[in-house]
């Protein structure tokens, strides 16, 4: 097949698939229906009319003569034509009993190719202008010039039709496979909860499928080279599904045509419906990866799954996308190679822009890189959105120009991510609107820690909450950042009633270590400052400091009148926007000076229901974890213990937070500067107390998280009475 001929074909065959311009091709809007219409158009298209334009610089498609150029205009006064078209639809579409008025449709759609430029005729009139049957078929380099009958391309034409909207069905009802999986089964399994026994199901297999790991002591804590960070078994459970999913809808559901337009032999057939296939799935996949990234996910509200989880889950989803996008691109080449018009596709806008897509997509899986993340983390995030925009942009014009005008339903799948994404960001403004414009004021507190005081603000007391905070004034040149942070109610900082504690000028008790060369040899990093212990003997004595609990520096800021309103965030300043933070206080003594704030939340991090109805709650922090950890104290669970690591430069916490630590019995805290927490130790004696259900709460730097993770699927998969319920409070983004 010559260049010139295959383009032509490729041409009228890839008008085919395009009826469709708004639902999903195949299914709310059939593709070539009827079939022996559709074929009829196609194979009339490539003949000339006694109006058409000769080019005599260029050869025809079939070999024989100039090339011709037909214009709607041309097509929509010709006798002729539009006789033997309609000639074409009386006698083909008889056997399959097609309505007149659906012939009509068709005659309004595609009679002149083009649905603006009307025909003279309807169909019917253009019926009632042949007189007699014609006995004259056309052939191959013939001209329109008398009512003729339709050639024997048409067989291909129909045939071609036929197999082109199976396959367009198909490829819609695979990608709404994906797409149902990838948001159904959370949903499902969440629903599963609350079936009858399904606590003690969900009991026995929590420590082999949920908590564990698929590489120990590596979730939260980055892998060897920070390659990224390992799914627990139920996440990588949930990406096997999808990505078997993925290979079984690309594999399977083929069928191929005794002749084609444009593909030529079986394997041509072959290639190109799966470089079809590929394309449509990966579009179908772009709304769940918007989808789990966003902090509006709608899976949030109707699931007990995690944003850490959805967040892990939509980089995995994210490099099927684009594996999918990869193969069709690569089938693509193949495929155009094979026939001869690579060099000319190559050069066509559609063409560029989805080559800007498949590339950006792969930058993509480079700069997303954990590498990136945390050292670069804001420049990461506003490239990774600039991005992801050419990316939808570069999908949206690969379709509507190979399928013009408006990409033939294809674009359906980009309306439905460009709607998420969206509503995401609406949402976001939304509660920024509703939290309304505030004024923080910000607090040294040595070391590298402040102390921000956000007044009025009455989002009540409840545990495992996080909010995203904008100072616009911190960075005027980037005032769209923000930085997520947990959420503490400054009244927890208030001196409570007489009759819930002991007397407001009591003291508590921490254990310090004594100051030696070896102690940051054996600490684990928090945040990359903090420690906690992996296991030191809990029997040797270690120094002891007092740390009064009425503690007014900082506290001086806070309402004097008793309210629930406002809240507070402790920060450790690093390389981010909690750098630029300015402080309200100079000299050593606060001043009045408060800083412009902008409040996008609360949201949720993990469900805290399962935690509170068990019977002890045993809360761990490291470091500045803590601050994801005193929340629960305000919980009104009456049975808290609660277990704190941190290095000795984060000493001023201990005395900030001494009112709120205060809280909880001096029997049921412990506080440990410059030492590890015995994680095992104190997981084991929780079990040796003969609790039935020990809810697990840790909040801190990768390696504690992972070790905490790591004891209770050790304990939970022991045979004994005692249950363990973990929520890990920690990010991995």
């Not at 990136?372 to 990461?380: D, K, L, M, N, T």
Request: aromatic letters at 8%.
């Amino acid at each position: 097949m010559k260049p010139t001929q295959a383009l032509l074909i490729l041409g009228l065959g890839g008008t085919l698939p395009c009826q469709a311009s708004v639902g999903l091709p195949g299914i709310t809007n059939p593709i070539n229906d009827p079939a022996c219409a559709h074929a009829c158009t196609g194979s009339l298209s490539g003949y000339a009319l006694e109006c058409s334009h000769v080019d005599h610089t260029k050869l025809s498609s079939h070999g024989h003569g100039p090339a011709t150029h037909t214009s709607p205009d041309c097509r929509a006064g010709d006798t002729p034509y539009l006789t033997t078209l309609a000639w074409c639809l009386h006698t083909k579409c008889a056997p399959y009993n097609v309505p007149t008025s659906r012939l009509e449709a068709v005659w309004e759609e595609k009679a002149t190719g083009v649905g603006s430029v009307p025909a003279k005729w309807s169909y019917t009139e253009a019926l009632l202008q042949v007189a007699e049957p014609p006995t004259r078929q056309l052939v191959m380099g013939d001209s329109i010039n008398a009512t003729m009958l339709a050639p024997e391309f048409w067989n291909v034409s129909f045939d071609t039709a036929v197999i082109m909207a199976y396959e367009s069905r198909m490829e819609s009802i695979f990608g709404l496979v994906l797409l149902v999986a990838g948001f159904g089964v959370p949903v499902l399994l969440t629903l599963l909860g609350y079936l009858p026994l399904m606590d003690r199901i969900h009991d026995k297999i929590s420590p082999y499928l949920i908590y564990p790991s698929i590489i120990r002591k590596y979730h939260v804590k980055p892998l060897p080279f920070l390659l990224g960070n390992a799914p627990t078994v139920g996440q990588a459970l949930f990406v096997a599904v999808m990505t078997v999913h993925n290979i079984i809808v690309t594999a399977v559901g083929y069928h191929s045509s005794p002749s084609h337009m444009w593909l030529k032999n079986q394997w041509q057939q072959t290639v190109g419906f799966l470089m079809y296939r590929t394309g449509v799935l990966s579009y179908a996949m772009l709304p769940l990866v918007i989808l789990f990234a966003g902090r509006n996910n709608i899976l949030l509200w109707l699931t007990n799954w995690s944003h850490s989880t959805y967040l892990l889950l939509h980089r995995w989803i994210a490099r099927l996308f684009l594996l999918q996008a990869l193969l069709h691109s690569v089938l693509a080449v193949i495929l155009y190679r094979d026939m001869g018009i690579y060099p000319v596709q190559a050069k066509l806008d559609y063409w560029a822009w989805g080559v800007v897509a498949t590339v950006l997509g792969c930058a993509m899986l480079f700069v997303s890189a954990l590498y990136v993340r945390q050292r670069w983390y804001e420049i990461f995030l506003l490239a990774h959105i600039v991005m992801a925009v050419i990316i939808i942009v570069g999908c949206w014009y690969h379709v509507v120009l190979r399928f013009p005008p408006d990409g033939s339903g294809f674009t359906t799948w980009l309306y439905a991510a460009i709607a998420v994404w969206a509503f995401d960001r609406v949402a976001r403004l939304a509660r920024i609107v509703k939290n309304g414009v505030r004024h923080a004021h910000v607090t040294e507190l040595g070391d590298g820690y402040i102390r921000v005081d956000v007044a009025g603000v009455r989002w009540g007391a409840s545990p495992g909450r996080h909010v995203y905070v904008h100072f616009p004034t911190a960075n005027p040149l980037r005032p769209w950042e923000s930085h997520p942070f947990s959420i503490l109610p400054t009244s927890l900082f208030q001196p409570r009633q007489p009759q819930l504690h002991a007397s407001p000028t009591a003291a508590f008790r921490v254990s310090a270590s004594e100051p030696s060369d070896s102690e940051g040899k054996s600490s684990h990093a928090v945040d990359g400052q903090e420690s906690h212990d992996a296991g030191p003997d809990r029997e040797k004595a270690p120094a002891t400091a007092t740390i009064p609990t009425t503690k007014p520096p900082a506290a001086a800021i806070t309402q004097q009148v008793s309210t629930t309103a406002g809240i507070t965030f402790i920060i450790r300043r690093g390389r981010d926007l909690t750098r630029a933070i300015p402080s309200s206080t100079s000299g050593g003594s606060n001043s009045s000076g408060c800083h412009l704030t902008l409040l996008d939340g609360p949201y949720r991090n993990n469900n805290t229901s399962a935690i509170l109805q068990c019977d002890r709650v045993l809360l761990i922090a490291g470091g500045i974890g803590i601050t994801g950890i005193l929340p629960w104290l305000d919980s009104g669970h009456p049975n808290i213990k609660i277990a704190w690591g941190l290095r000795e430069s984060a000493r001023c916490l201990v005395s900030e937070l001494a009112p709120v630590l205060d809280r909880v019995a001096e029997e049921n805290r412990e506080v440990r500067i410059g030492q590890r927490l015995d994680v095992a130790g104190l997981l084991g004696e929780e079990k040796g107390m003969g609790w039935q259900r020990v809810g697990v709460v840790v909040c801190g730097p990768g390696g504690l998280c992972d070790d905490v993770r790591g004891e209770v699927v050790r304990l939970g998969r022991e045979r004994g009475g005692c249950v363990f319920v973990l929520e890990v409070d920690a990010y991995s983004w």
